[in-house]
Every structure is written in C-alpha cells, then in structure tokens.
C-alpha cells in the first residue's frame, strides 16, 4: 500500500569539520615519516633537487649499508637494553603503587598521590644535575641501569595515575569476595587486577618504550662510553662522519625508528581500549 521510502542521513558539519582536521593532522604526520624513508632510497644529488618526490633511481645499497653494519645493531641493542629495562621497573613499580592508591585506604594516601602527581610538572632537564650526581655516588654512571632508574622514575607519576583509574573501574565486589574468600590483597592483584588490565598495562608499556626509545639527553648525560649509545647518541656520531651525506642520515633514521612505529601499530588496539576504559559509564 505505501512504497518503502529512502532515508538519507542529515548532513552533520561536525563531522565533515572533523574528518578534515584529522586529515590535516594526518598529512603532518606522514609527510615527513615519508619524506625520510623516499629519501633514504635517493642519492645524494637526487635528495637536494627531489627532496619530497619519489626517487627516480631506487638506490637500495642505501639501506644495505646500514643494516650489514655493526654499528647499526650494536645502537638498536643499547636501545632495546634500556627501553626494556624502563618499561620492565616502571610496569613493576607503577601497577603496584596504583594498586594501592586505587583499593588500599591508609593515613595520607590523597596527599601521597598528590605529591607523586607534581613530578608530571618537573621535566627530565630541570634536574639533570642532581640526578648525575645521585647516579655518579651510586657508581651508576656508563652503564644502563644509569639511564634506565631514571627514566622510570620521570615515567611513574603518569603511569600510576593511568594505571589507578583503570583499577578503580573494576567492580569493588570481586575485591571484597575475594577478601572474604580467604585471598590477600598480594594474590588479588596478580591473579585478578593484572589479567583484567592487559589494555591499560600495554598501553603504559607502549608510551614509556616509546619515550625511552627516543630519550637524547639521560643517555647523554650518563653514559661516555661508545659502545654502550643507545640510536639518538649513535645518530649523531653517524652524523659527524656522514655531515654531508644526508640520503644515508636519512636512511639511518628511518631504520632506527621503524621499531617503534611497528610496536605502536601492533600495540594501537590496546591503546585506544586502555586509554578510553572507564570514559564511559552506563
């Protein structure tokens, strides 16, 4: 009797506004992640007269040179020491003190959580001194426990409070049966808290590699020797001997960062659950 009507959807300049701004964002951020890898694959007289085109001449000897090399795994095994290290201790240290905070109540624990907070406004560089001279009297100094304790100590005040708002979204109830079942607060956090906290664990494990991976001025400041420079000290020495050598920098570049792109693509599903648990409530 009536013919089935089509229905179009209103036209929402939210979302048009939307989808063109994170476009934009989306060109800044690859233009010059592709820039650097296309010109990796240039020689050097293509890079200064072509520098965003696409090569005319793939020159993959390039990429070889840096991936036969010694240097190059020797600079991304530094890397991967440290970063491991850093994300281990603040993974460790980080769930158990937001563990605490979230379900443990105890005399001073606001303002103990209020005190760690303050370290998000302190950079790494306003204490460069102190944190040598600790690190020196504790005979730290040139080696990866130098650069790493560090880290994790600039890396704990946004870590516990990701990691405590996360905990406190899981349901009070199982903590109280469990209590009443005989199970220590020990045993609730590592055989419920952690299993249920897989998303909000990788996504602090993501950022803390990924600030710890392309960290410059701790390992400049502590370690001397050479063979111990994670890739941004490695980067710069690369830089010295191949000033004017910019397609084999940027080759360079591209190789040293690509683990990170590949740990943050693999890790991207985890992050955005993590980072959105708890947003909403219903």
Request: proline fraction near 6%; aromatic fraction near 12%; charge should be negative.
């Given at each position: 009797?009536?013919?089935?009507?089509?229905?179009?959807?209103?036209?929402?300049?939210?979302?048009?506004?939307?989808?063109?701004?994170?476009?934009?964002v989306a060109i800044f951020v690859l233009v010059p992640l592709l820039a650097t890898l296309l010109g990796g694959f240039k020689s050097l007289g293509e890079l200064r007269v072509n520098p965003f085109g696409w090569p005319a001449h793939w020159e993959w000897q390039n990429y070889a040179d840096i991936l036969f090399s010694g240097r190059y795994w020797q600079l991304l095994r530094n890397s991967l020491i440290i970063s491991t290290l850093t994300v281990t201790l603040t993974l460790i240290t980080a769930s158990m003190a937001a563990f605490t905070f979230a379900h443990v109540k105890f005399y001073g624990s606001s303002m103990l959580l209020s005190y760690l907070t303050l370290g998000l406004l302190f950079p790494a560089a306003t204490a460069v001194l102190p944190l040598f001279i600790k690190v020196r009297d504790l005979g730290l100094l040139d080696t990866y426990f130098g650069v790493a304790l560090p880290q994790v100590a600039f890396s704990l005040a946004m870590s516990v409070l990701l990691l405590r708002r996360f905990f406190k979204d899981i349901p009070h109830e199982l903590l109280e049966a469990a209590l009443v079942d005989g199970c220590s607060y020990i045993k609730f956090f590592r055989y419920v808290t952690l299993p249920l906290s897989r998303p909000i664990l990788?996504?602090?494990?993501?950022?803390?590699?990924?600030?710890?991976?392309?960290?410059?001025?701790?390992?400049?400041?502590?370690?001397?020797?050479?063979?111990?420079?994670?890739?941004?000290?490695?980067?710069?020495?690369y830089q010295?001997?191949?000033?004017?050598?910019?397609?084999?920098?940027?080759?360079?570049?591209?190789?040293?960062?690509?683990?990170?792109?590949?740990?943050?693509?693999?890790?991207?599903?985890?992050?955005?659950?993590?980072?959105t648990a708890g947003a909403v409530k219903g």
């Open positions: 009797m009536s013919s089935a009507e089509t229905t179009h959807a209103p036209f929402d300049p939210a979302v048009l506004f939307k989808t063109a701004f994170l476009a934009v990788a996504t602090v494990g993501t950022i803390t590699f990924v600030n710890s991976w392309n960290a410059y001025l701790l390992p400049l400041v502590m370690l001397n020797t050479d063979a111990l420079y994670p890739w941004p000290l490695g980067i710069m020495i010295g001997e191949y000033s004017s050598e910019w397609h084999l920098i940027l080759a360079f570049i591209t190789l040293t960062i690509l683990p990170t792109i590949i740990l943050f693509l693999l890790a991207q599903k985890h992050i955005v659950a993590g980072l």
